[in-house]
């Protein structure tokens, strides 16, 4: 089970931090990758990290302002959102790779179906 926090209502340019805990022990097998859905669009792809946190993707809108880390020691993954946008208001979900130990590219991780479970979202609103 992933439980996301760090929901907020943040000004543009604002910083937050999101983070996504897993209650599993093996946790630290696998990738973790956080999405989100702004009102009225689909779910998408922002930030992902490999299982030994050595391969980092991020979306072409989040890159270079958010940064994603994992601690597997307390079985937590963050995603650190810097200079904050109205765009980037929406509900973020942290999600479990299915497989264990993959390290894959950008195009798999950014896919929805190689994730299995998913945490319950956590609502950001950036106001201009």
């Known amino acids: 089970q992933l439980q996301a926090s760090g929901r907020g209502l943040v000004q543009a340019g604002d910083s937050l931090r999101l983070s996504c805990t897993a209650s599993?022990?093996?946790?630290?097998?696998?990738?973790v990758g956080w999405f989100r859905r702004a009102p009225g669009k689909g779910r998408e792809f922002v930030a992902s990290i490999t299982w030994n946190g050595s391969r980092r993707y991020y979306s072409d809108s989040v890159k270079g302002r958010f940064t994603i880390s994992r601690d597997n020691a307390k079985r937590t993954v963050s995603l650190q959102m810097s200079n904050l946008k109205p765009e980037d208001t929406a509900v973020y979900y942290c999600?479990?790779?299915?497989?264990?130990?993959?390290?894959?590219?950008?195009?798999?991780?950014?896919?929805?179906?190689?994730?299995?479970?998913w945490g319950q979202g956590t609502l950001v609103t950036v106001s201009s």
């Open positions: 999600a479990r790779d299915r497989q264990t130990y993959i390290t894959g590219n950008v195009y798999y991780y950014s896919d929805e179906s190689n994730y299995d479970y």
């Open positions: 599993e022990r093996t946790f630290s097998n696998y990738a």
